[in-house]
């Protein structure tokens, strides 16, 4: 383990953060996604001080944020399937049966999933992933990535996420790709 690793504290919200939190989470998320390969508009992305508070409060809510010398450098939410009507839209249109292989209220989706770009590469991720999904009651797990992002899609195939389906989102300008694990997950 790289001596940066051993630094990294993983603290695990479950159902509600501070707003102290959720404004350095902001923060990482804008500047992680509103960089190539997604491009996203800043001014939207900083709704997640809005959105995410929501997302964690319900069921299957789940926030842990990776922290080094006092700062957010991580961080992975979770929310249950059953509780987003977009994400159960989409794979009800991405599969014709998606109940045979998931059940909404078995399932949790990890929302997001960002890392501070200066320190990539040393397992923060996948360690964010590790403890978001440790100890769930839900059976399965689903996330979503940017067409454009490849490279991140296969890390995620590394870690044992097969690809459900693909849709189109931003009005078609940008595919989704849905992968699932079963869980426990133990990549």
């Not at 998931?102 to 590790?130: F, M, N, W």
Request: aromatic share 10%; proline share 5%.
């Amino acid at each position: 383990m790289r001596e940066i690793d051993q630094e990294v504290d993983y603290v695990r919200f479950e159902h509600v953060a501070t707003d102290e939190i959720w404004a350095e989470i902001a923060s990482l998320f804008v500047s992680s996604f509103a960089a190539p390969p997604y491009n996203e508009s800043p001014d939207d992305l900083q709704s997640i001080e809005q959105w995410g508070p929501d997302k964690l409060a319900g069921p299957g809510g789940r926030l842990v944020a990776a922290r080094h010398d006092g700062h957010v450098i991580g961080f992975a939410l979770s929310q249950r399937l059953d509780q987003d009507s977009s994400w159960l839209r989409r794979l009800y249109a991405m599969l014709p049966t998606p109940d045979a292989v998931i059940s909404p209220s078995r399932t949790v989706i990890v929302q997001e999933l960002a890392v501070d770009d200066s320190y990539r590469g040393r397992g923060i991720a996948k360690q964010c992933i590790r403890e978001l999904l440790s100890n769930r009651t839900e059976q399965d797990a689903v996330l979503g990535v940017f067409g454009q992002a490849s490279q991140v899609r296969e890390i995620y195939g590394h870690w044992g996420f097969s690809e459900l389906g693909t849709s189109p989102i931003y009005g078609g300008t940008v595919t989704l790709h849905a992968l699932h694990h079963k869980l426990p997950w133990t990549a």
